[in-house]
Structure formats: C-alpha cells, structure tokens
Nanobody, 123 residues
Framework: QVQLVESGGGLVQAGGSLRLSCAAS????????MGWFHQAPGKEREFVAS????????HYADSVKGRFTISRDNAKNTVYLQMNSLKPEDTAVYYC????????????????WGQGTQVTVSS
C-alpha cells in the first residue's frame, strides 16, 4: 500500500494560483502513475490530471487544459498540481491518487487515495 498526503490547498481569489503537493510513502513511488481528482459539493469525484510513472505522459480534463500542470519529482516521492487562472468552479476538495498497477500511463485504475485538500476560489 502507499500512503498519500496532500497539501497546498486554501482560499484564493479568481484568477489566482495555487500549487498542490502530494507526498507518497510506503512503496516505490517512481513505478506508479499518479493522478489528481476533485470533488465539488453535491457532485461526484472527477478526474483532473494524471502523469505517467516516468513523467513523460500527461492527461488533463478539458476544463483545466492550459491552466493546470501536473508534474512529479521521483527523488522526493512527490507529485504536484500547479493551478493557474483559477475560477470559482474549480472550488472542490482535491485528491491525489496512485494507479494500482506499476508502469502505467495514468489512464488505468487508481487504487490508493489521499485524504484530500480543500481549494476554494472566490469570485
């Protein structure tokens, strides 16, 4: 199992930026694709972005393309989500997740989840 701890959430005005971090421990981080998801009040959890185990392949939800960037530092066992040009509709709890199988590209099943960090964007 892998343990995931998110940080970096908070309150920001529309147009602002935040950088989320997710620290992993418990298994070999560098072998697994990672992803970010969010869940707004009253809605289901949705995919935001993912990055392959090597970091060479990334995927984004259409709603965040051009505004958010996912990256990873395998030496620090950490994955990041840089969020720019934030909008009120980005308000949600953001979750970090690890793909279940090794050496994935970030489009498979995510089996390990963090506790989430709240992002609130005011208008």
């Amino acid at each position: 199992q892998v343990q995931l701890v998110e940080s970096g959430g908070g309150l920001v005005q529309a147009g602002g930026s935040l950088r989320l971090s997710c620290a992993a421990s418990g298994r070999t981080f560098s072998r697994y694709a990672m992803g970010w998801f969010h869940q707004a009040p009253g809605k289901e959890r949705e995919f935001v972005a993912s990055i392959s185990w090597r970091g060479g392949t990334t995927h984004y939800a259409d709603s965040v393309k051009g505004r958010f960037t996912i990256s990873r530092d395998n030496a620090k066992n950490t994955v990041y989500l840089q969020m720019n040009s934030l909008k009120p509709e980005d308000t949600a709890v953001y979750y970090c997740a690890a793909e279940s199988l090794e050496y994935g590209l970030g489009r498979g099943d995510f089996g390990s989840w963090g506790q989430g960090t709240q992002v609130t964007v005011s208008s």
